[in-house]
């Protein structure tokens, strides 16, 4: 199998850094994919695209060298299955509150006897060769996302399920589980300790931890000691490169950042 740089990062105590595609464009992808990124996820849940346009925009993330992801709608295995016979090498599943659905989550990404998936000679067999099978529970990455107050009390039977390599804290719905405004909530004394539970029990278990966030907070985060961290998405980049350009074309000085994440 060809080499796989997210989990070369973590192996090594190193940050992933990634990207983010919710522009359902092949051309785009392969643009983002390009760039010297460790992961660039497919956003099957909240970005505008289905798995039609999925599995040719994770072709074209394989023409550079960054890990391929896909972040599922739902903790539901025919899509896990899918995602991953198109090429995936790691599933990002929202809402993940309890042991059992962390459970269902293994289940769906691992052959037998770690799990139930499906074997079908699909496009990412025939991409990775006769290696692909022997190779694929060790290679795929089962990442949960823990972003809710059931899911931060539920954390340390979450993070102990064997195969649970990282979970992937969304910001936004952990905000707004805690009664707080969606986003980036440093500073608030809730959002702060959810965190720090997160990133403790993370520790505790030998599990990495990651996040969305954006390029400021990105240094942040890696102290705080988050392995895998979003730092952009194609829509945030675009819209951010398009308001400089703008700005420059009037005379005007870049914009500064209020480093939101959409």
């Not at 025919?78 to 995602?83: A, H």
């Not at 990105?218 to 895998?228: H, K, L, P």
Request: glycine share 8%; with cysteine.
């Amino acid at each position: 199998m060809r080499t796989n740089p997210m989990r070369e990062r973590w192996a090594s105590g190193e940050p992933a850094v990634g990207g983010w595609l919710g522009i359902p464009s092949a051309y785009s992808a392969e643009i983002v994919a390009r760039c010297d990124l460790d992961y660039v996820c497919v956003d099957i849940q909240h970005g505008l695209l289905d798995y039609g346009d999925a599995w040719p925009m994770l072709q074209a993330i394989n023409i550079g060298s960054a890990t391929p992801l896909v972040r599922v709608p739902w903790n539901e295995p025919g899509i896990i299955g899918k995602s991953l016979d198109a090429g995936a090498r790691g599933i990002i599943i929202p809402m993940v509150n309890t042991r059992a659905e962390a459970e269902a989550a293994i289940q769906a990404c691992r052959y037998a006897p770690d799990g139930s998936r499906s074997y079908a000679g699909t496009r990412v067999v025939r991409q990775e060769g006769s290696d692909y099978f022997a190779n694929a529970n060790a290679d795929v990455a089962v990442i949960p996302m823990v972003e809710t107050v059931e899911a931060v009390a539920n954390l340390d039977d979450i993070l102990s399920v064997p195969g649970v390599d990282a979970v992937y804290v969304g910001p936004s719905d952990l905000s707004v589980s805690l009664g707080l405004n969606p986003g980036n909530n440093d500073g608030e004394p809730s959002f702060d300790a959810a965190v720090a539970k997160i990133l403790h029990g993370c520790a505790r278990h030998n599990v990495t931890a990651g996040c969305h966030t954006t390029s400021e907070l990105c240094q942040r985060r890696i102290e705080q000691g988050f392995r895998m961290i979003t730092i952009t998405s194609d829509t945030v980049a675009l819209t951010r490169a398009l308001e400089d350009e703008l700005r420059r074309a009037r005379g005007q000085e870049p914009t500064v950042r209020s480093a939101s994440m959409y």
